[in-house]
């Protein structure tokens, strides 16, 4: 158990349809990253907070968004989805911005259907 | 483009065997070089390697890290068959500062 957490484990919803994933990091850590594997692509990096900013952003679309509360849970929510926004989608977190440690603790990952 | 890529992609191998992982990168600002093994659920941490040519070990597992090759290890000795699982290169560093991941080695060890 890495101590971050993911809710829900499983999201089954129809195309244009709108989410919510949530996820909560390691005591102490203050960046939140939000990544999403889907089989053929591996996993891909989508956004970056840290302390309640955004950081950094990758391949996310603009469909997507998220957010970090100052308690420092995170959301990424997804919007007039498509099929192919299914896949798992996992948080993670780490201690620093972009210090020396870049160690990177996955929740467990909440897996989204889109039929 | 920054890019880290894994070979081979898939290993089949049976029990007792030593296999060796392959990790190549071309990333900027490079940072720190990180594997992770995933089995059937979220990525697990297994080492970092900041600093080229020293080994990190852990029990059966080992990593190095050439950064003038620009490459790592990954090898796992009398492999079980709970090894079984996918590895994962990641580099830190990057234009955004972040982990860049391969496509990932799957690993099948055999009874």
């Known amino acids: 158990d890495s101590g971050v957490t993911q809710t829900p484990k499983h999201l089954i919803t129809a195309t244009g349809q709108r989410v919510t994933l949530r996820c909560s990091p390691r005591s102490g850590d203050l960046s939140v990253y939000w990544y999403q594997q889907s089989l053929d692509q591996g996993l891909q990096f989508l956004i970056q907070?840290?302390?309640?900013?955004?950081?950094a952003k990758g391949n996310i679309l603009e469909r997507f968004s998220a957010q970090q509360f100052p308690d420092l849970h995170s959301e990424l929510n997804l919007s007039s989805l498509e099929l192919g926004d299914s896949a798992l989608y996992f948080c993670a977190s780490s201690v620093s911005l972009a210090g020396r440690l870049d160690t990177q603790y996955f929740g467990p990952g909440t897996r989204l259907t889109v039929l | 483009e920054d890019k880290v890529v894994q070979s081979p992609l898939s290993l089949v191998v049976h029990e007792g065997d030593t296999v060796t992982l392959n990790c190549s990168y071309e990333?900027?600002?490079?940072?720190?070089l990180l594997w992770y093994k995933q089995e059937k659920k979220a990525p697990t941490f297994l080492f970092m390697l900041t600093s080229s040519g020293i080994e990190k070990k852990s029990g059966r597992l080992s990593s190095i890290l050439d950064k003038k090759e620009l490459f790592s290890i990954l090898n796992i000795t009398a492999t079980q068959t709970g090894d079984s699982a996918v590895y994962l290169c990641?580099?830190?560093?990057?234009?955004?500062?972040?982990?860049?991941f391969g496509k990932g080695t799957k690993l099948s060890v055999k009874p």
């Open positions: 907070y840290y302390n309640g900013e955004e950081r």
């Open positions: 990333v900027t600002n490079f940072r720190s």
């Open positions: 990641a580099v830190g560093g990057g234009s955004q500062g972040n982990l860049i």
